[in-house]
């Protein structure tokens, strides 16, 4: 049996567990902004603007701006990389600004997913080289909390023992590797949409894959209060025939949930992969009126499904800004109350809210 040699301090711990709540208070969270530069090419095409980095900053400068009006809404955002050191038109730093609106910051450290040879196109995630030396940089310059995300492919042949065990060690020591550097870690297991597959089988695959994640936590000694976990929704195949209620979706998310994660982990924040944004905010409802015991957070941490009608309603365009920025507040709005299990679906959803954001073997 192992020891825990040197455990994180009373404090260290206490640092840890607060971030991570105050992340998922009250119906709070977490506008993710942290496509890469590639991710960025591809949503930049879709509104033929240019995606150079003054564009891509001018966007997010709309996105943050708006969060004036969402205190109670956004508890964290995720900057990738080069948005972390980008600034207001007035000067002022994206980090400070949300700082001032008592926003958590957090950033993506992982650097990819690469090919597991042999595996039957399966993935792992890389970027544990230096991984510390940046966590203790991202520390000073304002980061609480950090994203890696590891992917899993639902098919007749996957995802492979090799491939859920892998990802699940990895994801253990970059989560290990954060919490030495005081920050809380999001454990990102995204389970692709890909494929024809039914509920019961997205089921199925999540719990074996919840399941490993949590021991190789366990083994990693990972302080599970100072974490939060981003899983996908248990859902049918994109190309599933057959056609779930949110109760279904709901109710499945839930039992996966319940027979893996342990209580002690604050809050789950649910990635959309590509359902379009009303579908992820009545689903993530349907989760939060499950009639089941939930002893976690249940909430939300979506790129596509925020920013998607915002996009569109921009354009690139200066004059669009505040017609973008209110696409965008819709939808934090309507996640903050799904989050509480609130939301009533109004029918006036924004530009994009019904179309489907997916893409297939998505990147990000
Ligand atoms: P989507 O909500 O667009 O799936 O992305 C969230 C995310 O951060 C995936 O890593």
């Given amino acids: 049996m192992t020891h825990q040699h040197n455990p994180f301090s009373p404090e260290h711990k206490k640092e840890l567990a607060d971030i991570a709540h105050r992340i998922v208070a009250n119906g709070k969270g977490i506008l993710a902004a942290d496509e890469s530069t590639g991710s960025m090419d591809k949503r ?63 950033i ?24 510390s030396e940046r966590c203790a940089q991202y520390k000073k310059d304002g980061a609480n909390f950090a994203k890696w995300r590891c992917v899993l492919k639902i098919s007749e042949t996957t995802p492979s023992s090799l491939a859920i065990m892998e990802n699940a060690n990895v994801l253990a020591r970059y989560a290990s590797i954060c919490q030495q550097n005081r920050i809380v870690p999001i454990v990102e297991p995204e389970i692709l949409p890909d494929g ?81 944004e009303e579908e992820a905010t009545i689903h993530l409802n349907a989760i939060n009126q499950c009639p089941l015991l939930k002893p976690w957070a249940l909430s939300f941490s979506y790129g596509r499904a925020l920013q998607a009608s915002a ?43 019904g179309e489907s954001l997916f893409q297939a073997n998505h990147a990000y």
């Fill in 44 to 106: 930049f095409s879709s509104i033929g603007v240019d995606n150079i980095e003054e564009n891509r900053r001018c966007y997010r400068q709309l996105l943050f701006t708006a969060n004036k009006e969402l205190a109670d809404c956004v508890g964290g955002i995720i900057f990738f990389h080069e948005t972390m050191y980008q600034k207001t038109d007035d000067g002022v730093s994206f980090v400070e600004l949300a700082k001032k609106l008592k926003i958590e910051v957090g």
């Fill in 196 to 276: 024809t597959h039914d509920l019961k089988r997205c089921q199925y695959v999540s719990e074996k894959v919840l399941a490993a994640v949590y021991k190789a936590l366990s083994d990693h000694h990972v302080y599970l209060e100072g974490t939060l976990l981003k899983p996908n929704m248990v859902t049918a195949g994109h190309a599933c025939p057959t056609k779930y209620k949110p109760e279904e979706v709901g109710m499945a998310t839930v039992v996966a949930l319940r027979r893996n994660v342990p209580a002690a982990v604050p809050g789950v924040v649910f990635l959309s992969g590509g359902q379009s």
């Fill in 311 to 353: 996009l569109k309603a921009w354009g690139g365009k200066k004059e669009n800004v505040p017609g973008a920025m209110e696409e965008y507040k819709k939808r934090a709005k309507a996640n903050h109350l799904a989050a509480q299990g609130k939301y009533v679906a109004t029918g006036q959803a924004g530009a994009a809210a």
């Fill in 108 to 131: 993506k450290v992982d650097k990819g997913v690469v090919p597991l040879a042999g595996t039957n196109g399966e993935t792992t995630t890389q970027g544990l080289d230096g991984l």
